[in-house]
């Protein structure tokens, strides 16, 4: 048999994949195990108790705001590297538009606050485990990915990780402001970054690993 034949033989049974299929998967994942990281969230560390007056606030939204738009850059970065071309992720340049304006926040409050206040405000109350319940709540939702990944094709493995990582920790951090009552621009800048940064390095770490097919 020739290798025109082979691969006609082969192909011949092959069902088209239905349109979005990439991304139905993957928010199947994503939603699971978020609402595993609330459930923890819920059950373990608590709602804030004063959540819809904060729902008011900007300090709420802002923090929200930026979780979200790094889960929607993740998981777009995520999307594409599930499949054996990826292409060139031009748009992930986009991450760079919610930390700049999250950094413009920042200083519009350092300039607003005495410099004597400045470590207060950067630390909070809850520096120290901040970025550490973050990874924690990235777990759910990263298996939750690695489960979407058991039907896809990703053939840049660590990089694929990468994104499973920053997508899964931008979405715990998102499921953590329900609970963190910092207000602050620079302390969610370091330490929920930092928290998400964890959570994409561990991903890089172990999608080699775990998304080989």
Avoid: N
Wanted: aromatic residues 10%; hydrophobic residues 55%; charged residues 15%.
């Amino acid at each position: 048999m020739k290798i025109d034949q082979l691969i006609d033989t082969l192909a011949s049974d092959v069902k088209p994949v239905p349109r979005h299929a990439v991304g139905r998967r993957l928010t199947i994942g994503v939603v699971i195990g978020a609402l595993v990281s609330a459930t923890l969230v819920l059950a373990s560390l608590g709602v804030r108790p004063d959540l819809g007056i904060a729902m008011h606030s900007f300090a709420f939204w802002m923090k929200w705001t930026y979780t979200l738009s790094l889960s929607a850059i993740a998981i777009y970065a995520t999307a594409r590297l599930a499949r054996p071309d990826p292409g060139r992720l031009r748009a992930l340049w986009l991450i760079a538009i919610p930390v700049s304006l999250l950094a413009g926040v920042g200083v519009m409050e350092l300039a607003h606050t005495p410099s004597s206040e400045w470590l207060a405000m950067w630390l909070g109350r809850s520096w120290s485990k901040c970025p550490w319940l973050v990874v924690g709540l990235a777990m759910p939702i990263f298996i939750g990915l690695l489960w979407s990944f058991r039907r896809l094709a990703p053939t840049r493995l660590r990089a694929a990780g990468a994104a499973a990582g920053l997508a899964a920790g931008a979405f715990a951090a998102t499921v953590y402001c329900l609970h963190c009552p910092e207000v602050s621009a620079i302390f969610v800048l370091t330490w929920y970054t930092l928290g998400i940064l964890l959570a994409a390095s561990f991903g890089a770490l172990v999608g080699p690993r775990l998304l080989r097919w």
